[in-house]
């Protein structure tokens, strides 16, 4: 059974940083995409980063590039998401999912775990 799990959101202050991590259970994550989500109120799910299956590529949004970094661990079956330099708006729940990372800047993705909650406020 496929399965993700995300975890390690919470409450930052401005400036600082939080690391997200995103287990994965009935697959290797080293053969699939998996991308990186997050939906504010109000607003449109959309794509965050990505670190594709072959290769281990990866791919961010503009609105967080410099300042976060997704990474893999496949002996731990678990991608991660290095956040950092935090800003208010950033606060979202974050989701994993499978994905493409030639699509996922516009959300889609497969799989979807139940989201952690980042709040970044002073």
């Known amino acids: 059974q496929v399965q993700l799990v995300e975890s390690g959101g919470g409450l930052v202050q401005p400036g600082g940083s939080l690391r997200l991590s995103c287990a994965a259970s009935?697959?290797?994550?080293?053969?699939?995409?998996i991308g990186w989500f997050r939906q504010a109120p109000g607003k449109a799910r959309e794509g965050v980063s990505c670190?594709?299956?072959?290769?281990?590529?990866?791919s961010y949004a503009d609105s967080v590039k410099g300042r976060f970094t997704i990474s893999r661990d496949n002996a731990k079956n678990t991608v991660y998401l290095q956040m950092n330099s935090l800003k208010p708006e950033d606060t979202a729940v974050y989701y994993c999912?499978?994905?493409?990372?030639?699509?996922?800047?516009?959300?889609?993705?497969?799989?979807w775990g139940q989201g952690t909650q980042v709040t970044v406020s002073s």
């Open positions: 670190v594709s299956g072959s290769g281990g590529g990866t």
């Open positions: 009935g697959f290797p994550v080293s053969y699939y995409a």
């Open positions: 999912a499978m994905t493409s990372c030639g699509t996922y800047l516009s959300g889609l993705g497969n799989y």
